[in-house]
């Protein structure tokens, strides 16, 4: 028997045998044997209280409690005070930068918690404490998945194990992402808890049943966490449940909106076996912070909710004494007969159950990287863009209609040969691929277009999209007005500070802009609000995503959309060379023209792709984007990719002169050509890049955008190594109108004129 599973069987025997009248017995049990107990026991310690009053004829309460907020010790206080009031269960937030699943209340506990430092391994000592203290009811830890990663995935399930916690609700990591972590979890005894939303379909209801353990979390309403004081919890919530239980005995936590006992109530005659309340809580402890008074309140909350005193005491807890059979409602008993536990299928045979309600036909990852990490509301809704997206790119129809959009686009965009900056760097031709001549000035309208025509497809009637430099929220605004749909566009208040220009032109095409003051409030802030409010509108909204990131199929579809830029530089070069380019460069924000440029190349292996991400301050600095040469792998905003992030697995703030670049992760399609080693990338820091702004405008009298700048910079740089029969072309993204207001200021500054040496603004 392997010495890992008798340890775990030794602690779960230890914390079940005051709870559950298990019959153990650990014999000579092979290790599948062993595993199997463990998880019978570790199933049965959570399932238990919600069983127990269902016996009762009640209904189990679970809690929802950031941890390490409002202040680091009063989380302990709080899980008892949870407990002491009645709760049956306890779910500990793990705290992340961006919770794109969690409304402004539980978003705020998070940046709290971090602002207080608190992070996993927090999460682990208040568990361990709490235990100490004699908390009694399981602890299931609730987050995001990338500080998990960070902290070790394996690492971090054995320690919450020995911890004292039971199991996992990662909001998102759908069980399709999760077969390592599942695998893990089942290792160690934990939980892993499925969610299901009102917009997943019966095959996926089919599947994640099947796969739920300990009890399912059912999302009542789509959108974010919140509570609904004074609102209706969904009407449709008792055939939401009704349709979850035709498939499955495993009890129902159903949560999102309950704020009060009349709510709890209306949920539990829905047929739930459970009622989960977070924001509620959550806010009480936000209005009452000091620890005495928080307790004291939540505890009271519980009670109201519970009626706690007037209905009898949850079984088992009686003196800390074992139910006796007589008493034992039907499956808590150590020797009952349950289900399979967590029947996590091997390798590629898990792929067939697995793909049930996967319609598209595209590969949702590229080696390591993308995926679709979200949360549960999302998935189905992805599955259709997929589906969409596959047949649209297979219909010749669809590329005609796209096509015809080139006289609006202005395409072909010329490929220009530099001829005074390819003089002054004295090595290879340097060409410049001008998509600043498109309509709305920069490369952002090829996806918009494309995407528009797809969305028209799916019949959806409102566009939102985020914007960073402010071009994709004004190509969006441009679509939406010539296609005659609604459009919202969120956007960071720092760069709607930064690019009041692009601001003023997204109204004025009657689109609106949403500030986001969230986070650092720059683009990731603007992707993690699209993202949050596109839940709660699916059925008449497209997310029109402005970059090759996001959760599958968007990278895919930015990419099919952008590579006419690389389709055309082939062409074009061998027109006027009658041969391919020596090198392709691009800047790299999200790395949407990046990839539009090196796609058609990918397979023409004498072509270097060399992509040019923002240095900052210099990737020495904390303050830089260089998310391929500085980042580390992790997930954010739906797709694994490198990020810039802590050591804990928070995303740290980001600096770029340039808002475009200004963003922590990067399309996962980049990540992959780096790992694989098939494209190189580089950085300019700010200064190279205002430099090579400044050479363009006077050398060609072109003012190029601050981002296209990077890629400016990295071509000079490799220009002036190579002969002069070599070609390099550069991706001129976007045009610098948009930029000159932030150029001035920064010439305003004596000490950025005296080092670009150009003192035009003094
Ligand atoms: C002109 C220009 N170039 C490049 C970028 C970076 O985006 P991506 O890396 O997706 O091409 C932006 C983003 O706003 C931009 O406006």
Redesign the pocket.
Known sequence: MSEHLKRVFAEKKEQVSDQCNFVIDEGNHTDLALSYRINRMSISFIRRPILAKRFLAHRAFVTFLTAGFPTRDATVPLMMALEAGGADIIELGVPFSDPIADGPTIQRANTIAIENGVHYADCLEYTRQARKLGLKVPVIFMGYYNPLIAYGEEKAVQDAREAGANGYIIVDLPPEEAIKFRNICQDSGMSYVPLIAPSTSIDRVKFLTGIADSFIYVVSKMGVTGSSAGVAISASLPELVARIRAFTPVPLAVGFGVDNRTHFEFVTSAGSDAVVVGSKIIKLVLDNPKIEKSTKLVEEFCREITLHGQNPPPLGRKNGTAPSAAERPNGVNGTEKVEPVLPIPEGETARPELEVNQPGKLPSRFGLFGGAYVPESLVDCLNEIEAAHAEAIKDPEFWKEFEDMFGYINRPSQLYLAERLTEEMGGAKIWLKRE?LNHT????INNAVGQILLAKRLGKKRIIAE??????GVATATVCAKFGLQCDVYMGAEDVRRQELNVFRIKMLGGNVIPVTSGTQTLKDAVNEAMREWVTRLEDTHYLI???IGPHPFPTIVRDFQRVIGREIKSQMQEKCGKLPDAVV?????????IGTFYDFIEDEGVRLIGVEAGGHGVDTDLHSATLTKGVIGVVHGASSYIIQSKEGQLVPTHSI????DYNSV?PEHSHLKYTGRAEYIVADDEQALKAFKMVTQLEGIIP?L??SHGLWGGMQLAKTLPKDKDVVICL???GAKDVAEVLLTLKDKKWADKLDWHVAQ
Not at 441 to 444: C, R
Not at 586 to 594: M, R, Y
Request: with cysteine; net charge negative.
């Open positions: 600043d000035g920069s490369h952002k914007t960073g430099a402010g071009q994709h402005g970059s090759a691009a800047c790299v924000g999200g790395g949407s023209n990046a340039s808002a475009g670049l399309g955008a981002e296209s993204s976007g045009n």
